[in-house]
């Protein structure tokens, strides 16, 4: 068998770069072995499957608060309490201080709905006071906060 | 919560035929609950959606006055007028 030195070798092949010795817990490459990263990797899915777990139980729990400042046809002249949630896979927002609600596609679609039952509320309200107690009280509520 | 097995028709439908609700169509579908001579219950029934996901059957059913599973006695059958005035009644204001 042929003995081909270093030098000759090289100028066949180009540079030989001689293989690393690994280290303990090292790949030849010198990245630790699969051994040493399975337990990581293991430990992260994990972590992350609970962030998952986590940010789909959050979108479907959400809650927003907002505060309705206007309503399309009638001036309002005090702001109105709304909660906003996820309901199946759209939305209802509901004012806080009045029994009506809205919902819709996505959140504007639901506040867009609210806020046409709030006037519609008023209008019927206004109209008459054959009402029981509760509702001649959310009719003095809205007087206050609500003008043509 | 039995809002799988009923629609928006539905609920309406109950409403004008058991409660005596008189519908005006707008957007929406709203109504009043007389009871001796005075408003009071108003509820709104969506126009154009058919399934009635758990949270606005709830709010329909706060409309009413009711608990969940009353509106689902109204909806499937067993609760009539009668027994819906019977409920009212045991709120104070009437």
Known sequence: ????????????????????????????????????????????????????????????????????????????????????????????????????????DDPIEAIG????????????????????EDWLKIKRFLAERISN | MKNTAFDANDVKHCCENKLRVPFREGKEFNGWVTINNKKFARITVPKGRKDIFQKTYKSMANQLRLTTEQFDDLLGCPLNWDQYVEIAKKIPQI
């Not at chain 1, 907002?66 to 309901?87: C, F, I, Q």
């Not at chain 1, 509320?121 to 009402?131: C, E, Q, R, S, V």
Request: proline residues 6%.
């Open chain 1, 113 to 132: 709905m609210l806020k046409r039952e709030i006037e519609s509320l008023y209008d019927d309200l206004m109209n008459g006071d054959d009402f029981t």
């Open chain 1, 1 to 104: 068998m042929v003995q081909t030195s270093p030098a000759v070798l090289e100028s066949h092949v180009g540079r030989v770069i001689p293989l690393r010795r690994p280290g303990i817990g090292q790949n030849m490459f010198g990245a630790p072995s699969s051994s040493e990263t399975e337990p990581i990797r293991t430990n992260l899915e994990m972590r992350i499957s609970v962030l998952e777990t986590e940010i789909r139980r959050l979108k479907k729990e959400s809650v927003g608060y907002v505060r309705l400042n206007s309503l399309p046809n009638k001036m309002l002249r005090g702001a109105l309490d709304v909660v906003v949630e996820t309901d199946g896979n759209g939305y209802i927002a509901r004012t806080v201080d009045v029994p009506t609600y809205g919902i819709g």
